[in-house]
């Protein structure tokens, strides 16, 4: 009998992981129920040959016939085209072996792949790290985002890369997704058998009907009400690849949630009024037609002052304030600053959406992005479906802890 395919003592989770991503990358669809599939019969099986890797990982990786050819890419440039010829007459003559240098490397591609999309926050980052928590106690309980089999297999690509028919499939979830928008305690309490403050006036009340002994405690717990949201999408030329994604996650906003949402590019523009159409590409037509300075220059610091001034200003009082721009900004790096304190001193939160703090070695060192730093309680990157969902997930969940 050969030696085993797999080295003894190998992480089959991240082994399992590493080689469904790559196949995602190569839009072959993977459930992660598939994922775990492949974990469990590496583990029964213990292969001892590369071709019974081959047919573990096809026979419960792949679900569809197109799918074939390209798994077999993959796993040809995985474990080397050497070692794969496509007919299984050469499968059966294939070595015992798995080369290490091709394990090493892969199992190292996971490690840095989960780590970047576990939402632990941005190294560069001033402020606690990010860590998204879905149990938001008695008062908010949200669901996890699920992803429809078609958008797991490009949940790690860019926005600009994305296909037609993947952009249509994932403006549909945005409409239809389960998102826990940001939600505030009022001064109003209720009743709630679970409330933790008691309520003397009703208890007592009720008292009155025991012959003025207590029997039942009345307790309350405070009346939950929507957060504002005011959302702010820049449409300049260098947000082209983003914006329309953008722009379906603003009408979700604002159909779904309680929220104002503006446009800018060389001026503000607001939006709430044709993003609330009840048709998905209605909405969007009329918004293309509203902005007319789309894909132009970009003014970032005015536009947050006309805002200010504006009298839709006073929407930001208390509220989560998105902004979604690169931070490539023609206004003064100090004008950005001013205008961005004024509106960190009048809002709730302030996060930033920048599609580039994805980037390899990104640092908002320079220019508008490091004057706006400072008075932005969050800095999130947006350029992936995994992005946005770990963004919409802290969006709900940070507005429940205090500065």
């Known amino acids: 009998m050969g030696e085993p395919a797999l080295a003894r003592g190998m992480d089959l989770a991240a082994f399992s992981i590493a080689l469904t991503m790559r196949l995602r990358a190569a839009r072959i669809p993977v459930t992660e129920g598939a994922a775990a599939e492949f974990a469990r019969a590496l583990a029964s099986l213990r292969p001892t040959s590369m071709s019974r890797l081959y047919w573990a990982a096809r026979l419960t990786l792949v679900r569809r016939q197109v799918d074939l050819a390209g798994f077999d890419r993959v796993f040809t440039g995985v474990f080397g085209a050497s070692l794969l010829a496509m007919d299984p007459n050469a499968r059966r003559a294939l070595r015992d072996s798995l080369p290490d240098s091709h394990i090493a490397a892969l199992l190292s591609r996971a490690g840095s792949d989960s780590t970047e999309s576990q939402g632990v926050g941005l190294p560069w980052a001033t402020m606690e790290a990010v860590r998204v928590t879905r149990d938001r106690g008695e008062e908010g309980p949200s669901l996890p985002l699920r992803l429809p089999g078609r958008l797991e297999a490009v949940e790690g690509l860019p926005f600009g890369e994305f296909r037609e028919d993947e952009l249509r499939a994932l403006r549909s979830w945005l ?50 009400r929507p957060r504002r949201m005011v959302m702010l999408c820049d449409v300049s ?19 779904r949630g309680n929220a104002e949402v503006f446009a800018f590019s060389t001026r503000l523009t607001r939006l709430t009024a044709v993003l609330a159409h009840r048709s998905a590409e209605a909405a969007l037509a009329h ?39 690169d931070g490539w900004d023609s206004d003064g ?35 508008a992005m490091a004057a706006a730093l400072p008075y932005c309680d969050r800095l999130l990157a947006a350029d992936t479906l995994i992005a946005v969902r770990e963004a919409l997930e802290v969006i709900g969940t940070d507005a429940w802890r205090g500065r």
Do not use: C, K
């Open 333 to 367: 790096p100090e004008e950005l600053g001013a205008a961005m304190a004024r509106l960190h001193r009048r809002a709730y939160r302030v996060i930033w959406l920048n599609p580039r703090a994805g980037a390899t070695g990104f640092e908002p060192l320079v220019g």
């Open 237 to 255: 030329q260098s947000m082209q690849p983003y914006t329309d994604v953008y722009l379906h996650l603003m009408r979700a906003a604002v159909t």
């Open 287 to 325: 918004a293309n037609d509203r902005v007319v300075d789309r894909f132009g220059g970009t003014h970032i610091g005015g536009s947050v002052r006309d805002l200010l001034a504006s009298h839709h200003g006073n929407a930001l009082r208390g509220a989560v304030v998105l902004i979604a721009s």
């Open 175 to 224: 409409d239809r997704a389960s998102v826990a928008w940001p939600q505030r305690r009022t001064r109003r309490r209720r009743r709630h058998p679970a409330g933790r403050r008691i309520a003397l006036r009703e208890t007592i009340a009720r008292s009155r009907r025991t012959g003025w002994e207590t029997l039942t405690i009345v307790r309350t717990r405070p009346v939950i």
